[in-house]
């Protein structure tokens, strides 16, 4: 058997090395203040909320019909998932909690 299947039975071989130092990265925070060209775009208030509230602007990026079959997709895949975790709330986790809790009780005489 020769190591790490080396058939001339060598374990190592020496590589030329040269140490140099690291650069030095220089990098902005990232919390600087600037000016840009839109001030105030990313304020957030009762307005933005009230649009966002419109159901017309739901569905205004949609622009093809990949895109329309993905969002009803995503839609029904949050109803079914809503509907399970109901469904197993009420028919198995309720009942249950309810059994236990008369097991634990002493019965009245």
């Not at 190592?12 to 140099?20: F, M, R």
């Not at 105030?40 to 622009?63: A, H, K, S, T």
């Amino acid at each position: 058997m020769q190591p790490a299947g080396d058939a001339s039975a060598e374990q190592c071989k020496w590589l030329k090395y040269e140490a140099s130092p690291l650069r030095e990265r220089h990098v902005a925070h990232r919390w600087q203040a600037g000016i840009d060209n839109c001030p105030g775009c990313n304020e957030r208030g009762i307005e933005n909320f009230l649009l966002n509230l419109d159901p017309r602007q739901w569905l205004n990026g949609l622009n093809s019909t990949t895109e329309a079959v993905t969002c009803a997709l995503e839609i029904a895949l949050v109803i079914v998932s809503i509907l399970a975790t109901v469904l197993i709330c009420t028919k198995c986790i309720i009942p249950l909690a309810k059994c236990t809790i008369s097991l634990s009780k002493p019965p009245k005489k």
